[in-house]
């Protein structure tokens, strides 16, 4: 008698890292359909509508994501696919498998210093803003938004709509007497293309820096302004990555920068804002615009209570 050779059992790819929000999304007996699918991953989408993106290493940790080792058949996932969980596994389309990874979802670390960033720090990001920053997108406001100066804009329909909400973002941050939401915020919503607009990129990225630097109240305030938008102001992906930044949590590069600017030198700096500027094709340097807006305002709100105490010798 022959004895039968048995085929090995098909390797299931692992997830590595698993972000908060993914990890709600694809929750025990959950299941959907496939949102969109990109170069690097796709979106799932629940059938109560939370979001999970499924991506490769390179897409980085994220409150959204779930960071897979392989996706072999990522090129044959086209949106309107269903999947569901079955156990520990994410099955999708009944061809496309992985494992959920165990223990706790990933979560952004605090920072470990809570006061504006300083000078040297600012002047660091300014001078590397004002020579890399695309022609594309928000990086081009970067530099003045530091800087505190008005922003020209040329011919650029993008910047024009964006330079005057940001201009007021920072303005309000700088305010210690926040007595008004800033409404113009709100224009931002759905501003540019893509899947994330560039002015809801820049959104989140304030959102996140005004937690980091503990005005939890300005970010509140910020957040019921834009909760209370019309849904259709924006897209869905694009309001479920703002709704994690309204949890103050975005990406890992941008908590790293955020840390560096507050502790690191020039070097350090760099490094992180190469990191958050790889993002997308615009997106990492869209939501710079946004931290940029509130780091000035911050800088603005240092320098003017610091000029007040020495007028009362204090």
């Not at 929000?21 to 959907?32: I, P, Q, T």
């Not at 869905?236 to 709704?243: E, F, K």
Request: aromatic share 4%.
């Amino acid at each position: 008698m022959t004895a039968r050779i048995l085929a090995p059992f098909p390797l299931i790819p692992a997830a590595i890292a698993i972000g908060r929000a993914a990890g709600r999304a694809l929750s025990a007996n959950a299941g959907g359909r496939v949102l969109a699918v990109f170069s690097r991953g796709c979106y799932l989408q629940a059938t109560d509508g939370k979001l999970a993106c499924v991506g490769l290493p390179s897409l980085g940790r994220g409150p959204l994501n779930v960071i897979v080792d392989a996706l072999d058949c990522l090129d044959r996932l086209r949106p309107g696919g269903e999947w569901r969980r079955c156990d520990n596994r994410i099955v999708i389309n009944r061809t496309t498998a992985f494992s959920l990874p165990p223990g706790a979802p990933w979560q952004p670390p605090r920072l470990p210093v809570r006061s504006p960033p300083r000078e040297e720090a600012l002047t660091t990001l300014t001078m590397f803003a004002s020579r890399r920053a695309p022609a594309f997108g928000l990086g081009r406001l970067i530099a003045p938004l530091l800087l505190d100066h008005e922003i020209v804009v040329g011919a650029d329909s993008l910047l024009r709509a964006a330079a005057g909400p940001l201009e007021a973002l920072r303005n309000w941050v700088s305010s210690d007497v926040q007595r008004e939401q800033p409404a113009r915020a709100v224009d931002l919503l759905g501003l540019g293309p893509g899947l994330t607009p560039s002015g809801d990129d820049a959104l989140g990225g304030a959102l996140i820096a005004l937690q980091a630097y503990g005005r939890a109240h300005a970010a509140r305030d910020l957040s019921d302004l834009l909760l209370a938008a019309p849904l259709a102001a924006t897209g869905t992906i694009s309001r479920a990555h703002l709704a994690c930044a309204i949890d103050g949590e975005g990406h890992e590069t941008l908590h790293t920068l955020l840390s560096a600017l507050a502790s690191a030198g020039p070097e350090a700096i760099i490094a992180a804002t190469e990191r958050v500027t790889a993002i997308g094709q615009s997106s990492g340097w869209d939501t710079m615009a946004g931290v940029a807006a509130v780091l000035a305002g911050l800088s603005r709100s240092a320098d003017e209570r610091h000029r007040q105490r020495r007028c009362i010798g204090v």
